[in-house]
């Protein structure tokens, strides 16, 4: 049974750092689009870094670039984001996916898809919050 659990969300203040970590389970970690989803209240699901299993740099939004550092274990069974120099924009629900996601559409796609788009990302985690506060 396929299992994504994220944990470390906290509320915070303008400024400060968090760390997030999804732990996957339940699958084989080849060639996955595997990343973090932002949701802000009453706005859609956005991707905020992804990364590709098989390789390459992580993508990261405009919104969080310099900012957050996305990360895995070797295994691959592990995501990480660092999450410095919070913003109240940063406010909301962080869900952790994946999918499988060959090498050719990878690579005709110039990267992993960045939209929640459910014909790739067929995993999802439960989410954790995140709050800013100024």
């Known amino acids: 049974r396929v299992r994504l659990v994220e944990s470390g969300g906290a509320s915070v203040q303008v400024g400060g750092s968090l760390n997030l970590t999804c732990v996957a389970s339940?699958?084989?970690?080849?060639?996955?689009?595997f990343g973090w989803f932002h949701q802000a209240p009453g706005k859609e699901r956005v991707g905020v870094a992804i990364i590709y299993t098989a390789g390459g740099r992580p993508v990261y939004s405009d919104s969080v670039k310099g900012r957050f550092t996305v990360s895995r274990d070797r295994a691959q069974t592990t995501l990480t984001l660092q999450m410095n120099s919070l913003k109240p924009e940063d406010t909301g629900m962080y869900f952790c996916?994946?999918?499988?996601?060959?090498?050719?559409?990878?690579?005709?796609?110039?990267?992993?898809?960045?939209?929640?788009?459910?014909?790739?990302?067929?995993?999802w985690g439960q989410g954790t919050q995140v709050t800013v506060s100024s």
């Open positions: 339940g699958y084989t970690t080849n060639s996955r689009c």
């Open positions: 996916a994946s999918g499988s996601f060959p090498p050719s559409a990878f690579h005709a796609n110039s990267g992993c898809p960045t939209s929640p788009d459910q014909r790739v990302y067929d995993y």
